[in-house]
């Protein structure tokens, strides 16, 4: 069962619950005692402390200190992507996200996935039923920090975790599913639809590391079947249902050659894997409709599953059929691992699916790296992982293989090949930044700046020539002829692209040449 154990304020008092740290004790102690109430005289001292526990709380949902450092190069892919994510949650209607907010977990996930500031505001008046006046929230923040607050308060209204209200004037109201459930997950934590299997059911359960070795290799053999798709060789272990979701916008099918990676299959093998994740729940639920599944139902079920615990057993018999068939295509990725007993089947889930809300956070753990970039444009990745290696073979030219130890090098080539195939210079560099070697990971900058520098200038290379369509026009019969051509495509805004009087000879714009040929053959009647 899990127990959040947060302090919860009704009616203007504060309520704690009995199993209540001591720590959290003397913050509502502290919180009683004050008498200053900031923003507002009336509801203050409620709106006060329950900003204190908010900020208990979002200290609370991090896994890792917010003072330890991060390298703040770390791909923006994550967010971009979960925000989609959450698009797709708000593009529900009004009585199914509802529905939604009636599942504590849910909202959890939503709170997590909001910017800063939005979740101080839910927090502010978590306790408050009555309409807070848009103006007050405006108090709150500081005059340089009113783009941000829009767009908290547009984050808030997109997801329906506040109404709108416009009578005397501009009032926020906070979703009342949405109150009452998480004020009940804060006092009473959440409590699954499903408990772990007790350990004589299941006998021994892979251990910690066992289970990171499966979902990392069935992860692996995932991606690597998407840089391979080109071969005949296909994973068995890849459903269908799996196979249909590369097709989804990361490979492209035609009728004679075999599938290839589009520019978004690309981008994808250069994601973070939170957002890899995010980007493949997406699609999966994107195409449940076609699966004949309900996409809210879904929804719910895969955020549940992000708050499971990992390593422990959990009984298929609580699943839906739908639910089983969604467990046995998670686990073809190693979001869960399948296990058979002599009576019941169990589930697992890994650090893959319960890492996803986690990563919701803005200070979601950092994984260790393998790369170490040179001064020489060398780059040394202390990897077993083939996958790493093809990786680095999209955008490098690669040297050796030892065991542990891929070499490689970062040339004009290799780069001009990945800037074709769609990926971008900043891509890469974030790349490398992120999955820096512990060693080099902590120094600034992680990836030597005469590095960075130089494939971005190489990008830019590409881009100084541009491809216009036009026409060329040579043999005018006269040095007149010729004149009246160039002013006729000057009379047309961006008409005449070069010309050479000289040798009488022109160069106008694919838009100009119906009209310049009509003029000539009038010209030479």
């Keep these: 069962m899990v127990h959040l154990g947060f302090p919860v304020t009704t009616g203007g008092k504060l309520w704690v619950h009995k199993r209540q740290r001591s720590k959290q004790l003397k913050l509502l102690r502290s919180v009683i005692s004050q008498t200053r109430i900031l923003y507002t005289n009336q509801g203050g001292a409620s709106i006060e402390a329950v900003r204190i526990v908010g900020e208990q709380l979002i200290a609370n949902l991090v896994v890792t200190d917010r003072n330890q450092h991060q390298n703040d190069a770390v791909m923006p892919e994550i967010k971009v992507i979960a925000m989609n994510f959450m698009d797709m949650v708000a593009s529900l209607p009004a009585m199914k996200l509802d529905k939604l907010y009636e599942n504590p977990f849910i909202c959890e996930a939503i709170l997590r996935s909001l910017p800063a500031l939005a979740k101080k505001y839910v927090m502010q008046i978590l306790y408050i039923h009555n309409p807070t006046p848009a103006k007050m929230f405006e108090e709150w923040v500081l005059p340089q920090g009113l783009e941000i607050h829009k767009k908290a308060i547009d984050r808030l209204l997109q997801l329906r975790v506040f109404t709108k209200t416009e009578r005397k004037e501009i009032c926020y109201l906070l979703n009342s599913t949405f109150q009452s459930s998480f004020q009940q997950h804060l006092v009473y934590g959440g409590v699954l639809p499903r408990e772990p299997m007790p350990p004589n059911a299941t006998g021994r359960l892979p251990s910690p590391e066992e289970l990171e070795a499966y979902a990392l290799g069935q992860w692996e053999c995932f991606l690597l079947h998407l840089i391979s798709s080109g071969q005949s060789d296909k994973p068995a272990n890849i459903s269908s249902s799996m196979m249909k979701l590369f097709q989804r916008g990361l490979l492209s099918q035609r009728e004679r050659d075999g599938p290839k990676l589009t520019e978004s299959g690309f981008?994808?093998?250069?994601?973070?894997?939170?957002?890899?994740?995010?980007?493949?729940?997406?699609?999966?639920?994107?195409?449940?409709?076609?699966?004949?599944?309900?996409?809210?139902?879904?929804?719910?079920?895969?955020?549940?599953?992000?708050?499971?615990?990992?390593?422990?057993?959990?009984?298929?018999?609580?699943?839906?059929?739908?639910?089983?068939?969604?467990?046995?295509?998670?686990?073809?990725?190693?979001?869960?691992?399948?296990?058979?007993?002599?009576?019941?089947?169990?589930?697992?889930?890994?650090?893959?699916?319960?890492?996803?809300?986690?990563?919701?956070?803005?200070?979601?753990?950092?994984?260790?790296?393998?790369?170490?970039?040179?001064?020489?444009?060398?780059?040394?990745?202390?990897?077993?992982?083939?996958?790493?290696?093809?990786?680095?073979?999209?955008?490098?030219?690669?040297?050796?293989?030892?065991?542990?130890?891929?070499?490689?090098?970062?040339?004009?080539?290799?780069?001009?090949t990945a800037f074709d195939s769609g990926i971008s210079s900043e891509q890469i560099v974030s790349f490398l930044q992120q999955n820096a070697h512990p060693r080099v990971a902590e120094k600034i900058p992680s990836v030597p700046e005469n590095v960075t520098d130089q494939?971005?200038?190489?990008?830019?290379?590409?881009?100084?020539?541009?491809?216009?369509?036009?026409?060329?026009?040579?043999?005018?019969?006269?040095?007149?002829?010729?004149?009246?051509?160039?002013d006729f495509a000057r009379g047309y805004r961006g008409g005449l692209l070069w010309e050479d009087s000289k040798s009488m000879r022109l160069v106008v714009s694919a838009d100009v040449h119906m009209d310049m040929r009509k003029f000539l053959s009038g010209q030479t009647k």
């Design 267 to 416: 981008q994808f093998l250069l994601m973070d894997t939170n957002a890899q994740l995010w980007y493949i729940m997406r699609e999966y639920i994107s195409s449940s409709e076609e699966r004949g599944e309900d996409r809210s139902d879904l929804i719910t079920f895969l955020l549940e599953l992000s708050f499971h615990i990992t390593g422990q057993a959990y009984n298929i018999n609580t699943l839906t059929d739908d639910q089983r068939s969604t467990i046995k295509d998670l686990a073809d990725l190693g979001l869960v691992k399948l296990q058979q007993g002599r009576k019941d089947s169990w589930f697992i889930p890994t650090k893959l699916i319960t890492n996803l809300s986690v990563s919701l956070t803005d200070s979601s753990p950092r994984k260790e790296g393998f790369v170490v970039v040179e001064t020489n444009f060398r780059l040394y990745a202390y990897s077993t992982s083939r996958l790493h290696a093809e990786i680095l073979r999209l955008f490098s030219r690669i040297e050796y293989q030892l065991p542990n130890l891929t070499v490689a090098a970062l040339t004009k080539e290799s780069l001009y």
């Design 455 to 486: 494939i971005r200038l190489w990008e830019s290379d590409l881009n100084r020539v541009a491809m216009t369509p036009a026409h060329y026009y040579s043999d005018f019969p006269s040095k007149d002829v010729f004149e009246s051509a160039s």
